[in-house]
């Protein structure tokens, strides 16, 4: 079993699309990450949500938007997707409440080619 | 953030051990010290945590330095399957995004 999946597993758009990646994870977490890794290997983290609820929004521009439907699941989507929007785009859970355990989860990553 | 120092590259044989050094010269008390690793096409994947004691688990072993300014992750035996890119990182606390640089790349030849 998967503990964290990502969809889909590549991505190619042309510039000015919208796209949505999707995350599940089906560890019980209630923290769940999306990271961004560009050209240069660079991993940043974008977003995280507690039991549905936002808690870090670094400087991403607004047409990236996450949704949490519920705690296992944590959605990004891109609005008019430009060609510096392609990287490797990664979700992670961890587990913060009652009991916080340090380790984090990551997926195996969403690889998004814009032309 | 408090920021860690790790070389570029490293090489290793097949089968002998492996220390990956770690400078964190400005950790504050509370940070953990997180080893990652990110195998090629793969997402990071946890390799051991401390905080003050050195630790061992049945991937690798950290060792901490006592003034914690300094760890090293150790693999006793590397495989080929052990080349990947090694990331140490300083962990807030509960709910942190984890803090990647650049990281170790780790060689390992026959």
């Known amino acids: 079993d998967t503990a964290v999946s990502q969809t889909p597993k590549y991505l190619v758009t042309q510039m000015g699309n919208d796209k949505s990646i999707k995350c599940e994870q089906n560890?019980?977490?209630?923290?769940m990450y999306w990271y961004k890794q560009d050209s240069k290997k660079f991993l940043k983290i974008m977003f995280s949500?507690?039991?549905?609820?936002?808690?870090i929004n670094e400087t991403v521009p607004n047409r990236f938007s996450p949704k949490s439907p519920d705690k296992a699941h944590l959605n990004l989507h891109i609005n008019s997707l430009e060609l510096g929007d392609s990287a490797v785009y990664f979700c992670?859970?961890?587990?913060?409440?009652?009991?916080?355990?340090?380790?984090?989860?990551f997926g195996p990553g969403t690889r998004l080619l814009v032309l | 953030d408090a920021k860690t120092t790790q070389p570029n590259s490293m090489e290793s044989n097949e089968e002998e051990p492996v220390h990956l050094p770690c400078n964190h010269s400005t950790i504050s008390g509370t940070d953990y010290i997180h080893w990652y690793r990110q195998l090629p096409s793969q997402g990071p994947e946890y390799v051991i945590h401390g905080l003050t004691s050195n630790v061992n688990n049945r991937m690798a072993s950290l060792a901490i330095a006592e003034d914690r300014k300094s760890s090293t992750l150790i693999l006793h035996r590397a495989t080929l399957r052990d080349a990947a890119v090694y990331y140490c990182?300083?962990?807030?606390?509960?709910?942190?995004?984890?803090?990647f640089g650049k990281g170790t790349s780790l060689l390992v030849t026959p």
């Open positions: 949500y507690n039991n549905k609820e936002l808690i």
């Open positions: 992670a859970s961890s587990q913060v409440r009652p009991v916080f355990q340090e380790t984090q989860y």
């Open positions: 990182i300083l962990s807030r606390g509960p709910g942190y995004a984890l803090n």
């Open positions: 560890l019980g977490h209630d923290t």
